[in-house]
C-alpha cells in the first residue's frame, strides 16, 4: 500500500510516499481501507517534534511512521474480540493512539471508532473525531449573554468552537491571523481580532477564554478574565502549559478566576453527537482543502503555517 512515511522530525520535506505493507489488525482492532483523513495541528507538532509534549513516545525519533490520526473509510478486516463491525461498515474514529491515516489501510483500536452518519461525506466524518470534542468540551460553560473569546478559532477546532458558543447565545470574540477574519466573521464571531496587531487580554475582559495557541503568561491570561471567569487552553507551549498547570491555577484560586489546562476527553462518545448536530445541519463543517495522499506534506504545511480555514483533509480512496 502506499503511505507518507518519515523516519526523522522535521518539515515537510522528510515525507515521502513509500510502498509499505498492509497492516494486519490485532486483538480489538479494525483494518480500516481510508478513503479520508483530516490534518490536525497535532500532526504537524508531531512531524516537527515540536513543542516537547509530541515526542511522547519517541524522544529521538518518531514513535510511528506514519501520521494521521483522524480516519475515515470501511471496515476492511475485522480483529480478534471485535463486536459491533464488520467488515464493508463505513466508521470514522480519533486514531491518536496508533496514527497511520495518511495511508490506503490502518489499523485502529475498535473502541476508537464509530459508524459513520449517513448524512455525511468520508471527508466531512474526517474533521471531527479530535477537533470536535475540543470544542464541544472547551465551550461547554458558555451560556446566553455570556462574553466567550476563542484564540486560534480560524481553524478546525476553533469554526466548531465559534458556531456551538454562538448557538449557547454567547457574545464571541475570535482570534487569528489577518487571512481569517472574514471567515470568522461568517461562521458568526461577533468580533473578530488579528493576534498580530490586536491585544485580547488588554480589552474588555471575557467570561471564558478557550486558547488553541497558549504562548503569553499567566498574568495576561488572568487579565482576559472577568470575576469567576474561566481560561482553559488545550494547544501552545510546553512552557506556557507548565505555567497555567502550576502558577496559573495558584494565581486563579487567589484571583477568584479558574485558569487551568482542558483535560480533552476523546472516544465515539464525545465525537459523535456532534457529528450527528453536523449531518442533521445544525452545526456547519468546512472543509478549506482537500489534498491526494502523494501531497501530504504539502497538506501538513498548509495547516502548520496557519493558513487553512477551518479543516483540511488528505482523500486517500
Given at each position: 500500500m502506499k503511505a507518507a512515511v518519515y523516519?526523522?522530525?522535521?518539515?515537510?520535506?522528510?515525507?515521502r510516499i513509500e510502498d509499505v505493507p498492509v497492516p494486519s489488525p490485532g486483538r480489538g482492532q479494525l483494518l480500516v481501507r481510508v478513503a479520508a483523513t483530516s490534518v490536525n495541528l497535532s500532526d504537524w507538532e508531531t512531524l516537527r517534534g515540536s513543542p516537547f509534549?509530541?515526542?511522547?513516545g519517541g524522544l529521538r525519533a518518531p514513535a510511528r511512521p506514519v501520521l494521521g490520526s483522524d480516519v475515515a473509510g470501511w471496515?476492511?478486516?475485522?480483529?480478534?474480540?471485535?463486536t459491533g463491525f464488520a467488515v464493508g461498515d463505513e466508521v470514522y474514529g480519533d486514531n491518536l493512539g496508533l496514527k497511520g491515516g495518511f495511508a490506503e489501510y490502518a489499523v485502529a483500536p475498535a473502541s476508537a471508532m464509530a459508524h459513520k452518519p449517513d448524512g455525511l461525506s468520508f471527508a466531512e466524518a474526517s474533521t471531527i473525531p479530535q477537533a470536535g470534542p475540543i470544542a464541544v468540551q472547551g465551550t461547554a460553560t458558555a451560556?446566553?449573554?455570556m462574553r466567550v473569546l476563542v484564540n486560534g478559532a480560524g481553524g478546525g477546532s476553533g469554526s466548531f468552537a465559534i458556531q456551538l458558543a454562538k448557538r449557547a447565545g454567547a457574545h464571541v470574540t475570535a482570534v487569528d491571523n489577518d487571512g481569517k477574519l472574514d471567515f470568522m466573521r461568517s461562521l458568526g464571531a461577533d468580533e473578530v481580532l488579528d493576534?498580530?496587531?490586536?491585544?485580547?487580554?488588554?480589552?474588555?475582559?471575557?467570561?471564558?477564554?478557550?486558547?488553541?495557541?497558549?504562548?503569553?503568561?499567566?498574568?495576561?491570561?488572568?487579565?482576559?478574565?472577568?470575576?469567576g471567569g474561566r481560561y482553559r487552553c488545550v494547544g501552545g507551549t510546553t512552557r506556557a502549559l507548565l505555567r497555567v498547570l502550576t502558577a496559573?491555577?495558584?494565581?486563579?484560586?487567589?484571583t477568584g478566576r479558574r485558569l487551568g489546562v482542558l483535560v480533552v476527553r476523546t472516544g465515539p462518545t464525545h465525537f459523535a453527537p456532534l457529528a450527528e448536530r453536523c449531518a442533521a445541519g445544525e452545526v456547519g463543517i468546512h472543509i478549506d482543502r482537500t489534498f491526494?495522499?502523494?501531497?501530504?506534506?504539502?497538506?501538513?504545511?498548509?495547516?502548520?503555517?496557519?493558513?487553512?480555514?477551518g479543516k483540511v483533509v488528505v482523500e486517500v480512496a
Open positions: 523516519d526523522d522530525y522535521g518539515p515537510p520535506s522528510v515525507l509534549y509530541s515526542r511522547l471496515v476492511e478486516a475485522v480483529g480478534p474480540e471485535v451560556g446566553s449573554g493576534h498580530r496587531t490586536q491585544d485580547f487580554t488588554r480589552g474588555e475582559p471575557y467570561d471564558l477564554v478557550l486558547d488553541m495557541v497558549a504562548h503569553r503568561s499567566v498574568f495576561a491570561y488572568r487579565r482576559a478574565l472577568a470575576g496559573g491555577t495558584a494565581l486563579g484560586l487567589l491526494p495522499l502523494d501531497e501530504v506534506p504539502q497538506a501538513l504545511a498548509h495547516v502548520g503555517e496557519g493558513r487553512a480555514l
